[in-house]
């Protein structure tokens, strides 16, 4: 008869303290969502946004974490000011990025985009804070080196991209001898039915325009030349300790089901669910548990009636046979690819280079480039230097 309520309800979960690199973006906006639905649970210690300082400032009052960091530091005292609070301090740049990062949490959100996250990332896990990684850059050029540092300091590294949160949903309570082939699902973007002519002509807007995942802009375009797939093989490779032959890719228009694993013993797993990444955000924040997200929009399979796949075209999304060159080449390789693409992406927005020079900027990199086997920090920083500036020498080559 003694404390009846405790026994019905068991322990009552601890709040989880979360930090987020990138929160004025897509994830962080996306996970903020979430935590806002939980304040029991999820408690926010740390923001780090970026040039949207009035998004920043209104998450700031509504979050109120010990910590936030701006980019621009002219920027530090408006912020200052308007938050009016004491109790909030305030810091910018990159050093500001690292500061949130290594703010004790249970759980840092990469979500910065491209290699600018890479020394945040690496400084959390320093610090012993697992990290949940949408910014797959990171793993992309530097994939080694972090599961090395996250070993050293114990700190656990979880995916934080629809695929991978699927994969690991599967996987989970398998021995990883059992998995004959992990299969990660791509849309195919924008263009998965356009001819190499139509693609020659696309613009920005075409590209941006994503026909399931609402994104921010570097991601969608990725996802348009299928790079985004490409590098998400390169994160699966690490995540899930799979050697590149395990890994497949499939095309699948309707984005339901967000990965697939292939057994040993011809059983599939996958999971299935909506195209809303507060999903496997919401897995993420809540591992264990499942936190309810009752007013989301039900999968209805009935209405859609038929799920689709096709198998993926190299000859017109090259991004898929430079991702096997640049896994088999290893060392600064996959660091060059992504800094070609980081610097060819933005050319392509503001309409320096048709859409297929994208990836004929990555290729065109990674021939001149010299690959070092070497992947310490500084060799990372630096492959990342010299392709950016490959690529911008190429770009320029291109328009005379
Ligand atoms: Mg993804």
Redesign the pocket.
Known sequence: MTEPDAAASGPQPSTRKISILGCTGSIGTQTLDVVARFPERLEVVALAGGRNVDLLIRQAREFRPSLVSVAAPEEVERVRRELADPAIRVVSGLEGLGEVASVPADLLIGALVGSLGLEPVVSALQAGNDVALANKEVLVTAGPLVLDQASRSGAKLRPL???HVAIAQCLAGHPLEAVRRIWLTASGGPFRQASPAEMAQATPEQALAHPNWDMGPKITIDSATLM?KAF?VIEARWLFDLSPERIGVIVHPESIIHSLVEFSDGSWLSQLGTPDMRIPIAYTLGLPERLPLPDLPPLDLVALGALHFEAPDPKRFPALRLVEEVLHLGGTAPALLNAANEVAVQAFLQGELPFPGIAQAAEAVLEREPILPGLELDEVRDADLRGRRAAHDWIRECNP
């Open positions: 991209d629809s695929e985004n998400e």
